[in-house]
């Protein structure tokens, strides 16, 4: 089974900066079957990207992801106050998927 | 737009089995190439996928749990079901419902494209 490591753990940063999360792999996600979720206190997460880089639906621009191999990158360009969540990322290359333990992005 | 509403028990007693529903709404669960699965969150192993279910049948279960998981789907009434037998402590978790969506041929490559809210289930006597 692929493992994800997420780096940081916790983030703070404030409304309008740059916030750039980190994925790892343990071994080599083909194809970029990599995605991103968003999880709000009390609530499901909720898919933002897949593939490595493509956007879901309705997932605003400032969202982006990039990397490939075992090296992942989720991006967030300018934080809003509603951005403020924790982010997870999940391998579909191989089954079992597996997920990243989290990143708490946490307002400063 | 697609909504899934998990329903069941949130107390279950140790040994016996969990059985959970997902009531599918603003779309069908027949006839599309989705499947239907169901995901759990526990603080200390965090997301872990159970399993997924095609509209015609076809299953995929995590081999963890496989010996001990079901999952079934009726079309008619366009919801779908998780069975867990021999629960312990450790199945305490909140249990997601999805809609999965499979790369390719088959569906052993899968992301999750719609949740449910989720369901808090606690195992204890």
């Known amino acids: 089974e692929i493992v994800l490591t997420q780096s940081p753990g916790t983030v703070s940063l404030s409304p309008g900066e740059r916030a750039t999360l980190s994925c790892r792999a343990s071994q080599s996600v083909s194809s970029n079957y990599l995605a991103w979720y968003q999880q709000k206190p009390g609530q499901a997460p909720s898919l933002l990207i897949y593939g490595a880089s493509s956007r879901a639906t309705d997932i605003p621009d400032r969202f982006s992801g990039s990397g490939s191999g075992t090296d992942f990158t989720l991006t967030i360009s300018r934080l809003e106050p509603e951005d403020f969540a924790v982010y997870y990322c999940q391998q579909y290359a191989t089954s079992p998927c597996s997920f990243g333990q989290g990143t708490k992005l946490e307002i400063k | 737009q697609l909504q899934l509403q998990e329903s069941g028990p949130g107390l279950v007693k140790p040994s016996e089995t969990l059985a959970l529903t997902c009531s599918v709404s603003g779309g069908s669960i027949s006839g599309t190439y989705y499947y239907w699965g169901w995901i759990r969150q526990t603080p200390g192993k965090g997301l872990e996928w159970i399993g997924h279910m095609s509209y015609t049948g076809t299953t995929y279960y995590n081999p963890s749990l496989e010996r001990r998981v079901t999952i079934s789907i009726d079309t008619s009434k366009n919801h779908f079901s998780l069975r867990l037998r021999s629960l312990t402590a450790a199945d305490t978790a909140v249990y997601y419902c999805?809609?999965?969506?499979?790369?390719?041929?088959?569906?052993?490559?899968?992301?999750?494209?719609?949740w449910g809210q989720g369901t808090l289930v606690s195992v204890s006597s």
């Open positions: 999805a809609r999965v969506h499979p790369i390719g041929v088959g569906a052993t490559r899968y992301y999750f494209e719609n």
